[in-house]
């Protein structure tokens, strides 16, 4: 089946160091998403890939860097991770016009 | 910026009523999405809506796109324990060439056996 594939499902790492989350999909989707998602709130996008093309959200902090190789794979990098970084991390794809669809998150931890 | 309301935050029922809930926006939107979120999994797509007026159901779940094009509304019918989870609205408004979504704040729904 089609899919967005996120790894790893949980990842802990230590205050300042850096880590990377992975996502994949087999949807051939031209857009790519970074979702930020704290307890039970809405998820928060940080920036998304169109093609090739990097957007920025405004208030993404500059700790947050992404990298998007080719089609099927996108990164997030978080280059110092702090306390305020702990959440779960969604990666989301869709077609400009179509439904955007979610993988299944990594939930990052920080001591 | 743009801003979705989503209500009721939260809701508690018992098992087989039905349940609504629903998402208005301070702008046109051109498309409406409602997600389901379970504990520790990212949302998971339950009902897309592209045209005003448009009403689609998905097994037990109805949703429409208003007539406005400001809201939408979701109803669940006959609730079962499974339906617990998190509901998240979502649009997508003309300005947006790259696909980005508004959200709601999610209505979190617990259904007593």
């Known amino acids: 089946d089609a899919m967005v594939i996120q790894n790893p499902r949980y990842q802990v790492t230590q205050f300042g160091k850096p880590v990377t989350l992975s996502c994949s999909q087999t949807?051939?989707?031209?857009?790519m998403y970074w979702y930020q998602q704290k307890s039970s709130q809405a998820p928060k996008l940080l920036f998304h890939?169109?093609?090739?093309?990097?957007?920025n959200e405004a208030d993404t902090p500059d700790n947050f860097q992404s990298r998007r190789p080719n089609t099927s794979f996108c990164f997030l990098d978080i280059r110092s991770p702090g306390l305020g970084d702990a959440a779960m991390y969604l990666c989301?794809?869709?077609?400009?016009?179509?439904?955007?669809?979610f993988g299944p998150g990594t939930r990052l931890t920080v001591l | 910026g743009q801003q979705l309301n989503q209500s009721p935050q939260s809701m508690f029922i018992q098992e087989g009523e039905d349940v609504s809930m629903n998402c208005t926006s301070s702008?046109?939107?051109?498309?409406w999405l409602w997600y389901k979120q379970d504990p520790g999994e990212g949302p998971v797509l339950l009902i897309a809506?592209?045209?005003?007026?448009e009403l689609t159901s998905n097994g037990r779940l109805t949703a429409q796109f208003g007539i406005t094009r400001k809201d939408s509304f979701l109803n669940i019918s006959a609730s079962i324990p499974s339906d617990v989870g998190i509901y998240f609205c979502a649009g997508r408004d003309g300005s947006s060439n790259t696909g980005k979504l508004i959200f709601g704040q999610g209505t979190t729904l617990q259904v007593k056996p």
């Open positions: 890939y169109y093609d090739k093309d990097f957007n």
């Open positions: 949807l051939n989707h031209n857009v």
């Open positions: 809506l592209y045209k005003a007026g």
């Open positions: 702008s046109i939107f051109n498309t």
């Open positions: 989301a794809t869709s077609r400009v016009t179509g439904e955007q669809f």
